[in-house]
T-cell receptor, first 114, second 117 residues
Framework: GAVVSQHPSRVICKSGTSVKIECRSL??????MFWYRQFPKQSLMLMAT?????????EQGVEKDKFLINHASLTLSTLTVTSAHPEDSSFYIC??????????FGPGTRLTVL | AQKVTQAQTEISVVEKEDVTLDCVYE???????LFWYKQPPSGELVFLIR??????QNEISGRYSWNFQKSTSSFNFTITASQVVDSAVYFC??????????????FGKGTKLSVIP
């Protein structure tokens, strides 16, 4: 149990385009989902906290207009990187919190912006 | 503010050796959660354990064991008879307790474990 999927696993896009990443909790409902960014050989950096049916809470320094988050249901949250630039290239990971207060992580999405 | 320190950046052991990964935390909360996650080269974080702050019992799961010592604010992780498949980056993390807020995780910087055959 407690499986979180993330799609796509890998995406390459041109500078200036937008990319949408989906995060789904497959076998449990998640009122809260989180989006992280991880640079090579570093720890995870929390970008935003997403609660179902409400606006996401962004961490300091994260541009909310650039990283659009939608949490439309108890099993789906999406992150859209708008007008992507090469510096947005990174590994993006989502997590979903279950009713037992444990975060389960998706497999991650490697974004490369050319 | 919460803080998690994993002082060991990288550890290398020979297969079948035991290895302990250290984790020290700081928090002003009286109740909190502690976690360990494994991140293999594939990138996905795998949940290993969650410990409530009021439960100081040590836990064993197969070759894995965890030693929670509230007096020293430590939550160490030991792998017995290590195997090559244990090679990964291991993260210790801390979160607020129920009802305290958003359950955000504060991660340590991770310890990269390499098990040499």
């Amino acid at each position: 149990g407690a499986v979180v999927s993330q799609h796509p696993s890998r995406v390459i896009c041109k500078s200036g385009t937008s990319v949408k990443i989906e995060c789904r909790s497959l076998d449990f409902q998640a009122t809260t989902m989180f989006w992280y960014r991880q640079f090579p050989k570093q720890s995870l950096m929390l970008m935003a906290t997403s609660n179902e049916g409400s606006k996401a809470t962004y961490e300091q320094g994260v541009e909310k207009d650039k990283f659009l988050i939608n949490h439309a249901s108890l099993t789906l949250s999406t992150l859209t990187v708008t007008s992507a630039h090469p510096e947005d290239s990174s590994f993006y990971i989502c997590s979903a919190r279950d009713w037992g207060d444990t975060q389960y992580f998706g497999p991650g999405t490697r974004l490369t912006v050319l | 503010a919460q803080k998690v320190t994993q002082a060991q950046t990288e550890i290398s052991v020979v297969e079948k050796e035991d290895v302990t990964l250290d984790c020290v935390y700081e928090t002003r909360d009286t109740t909190y959660y502690l976690f360990w996650y494994k991140q293999p080269p594939s990138g996905e974080l795998v949940f290993l354990i969650r410990r409530n702050s009021f439960d100081e019992q040590n836990e064993i799961s197969g070759r894995y064991s965890w030693n929670f010592q509230k007096s020293t604010s430590s939550f160490n992780f030991t792998i017995t008879a290590s195997q090559v498949v244990d090679s990964a980056v291991y993260f210790c993390a801390l979160s607020e307790a129920p009802g305290a807020g958003s359950y955000q995780l504060t991660f340590g910087k991770g310890t990269k474990l390499s098990v040499i055959p």
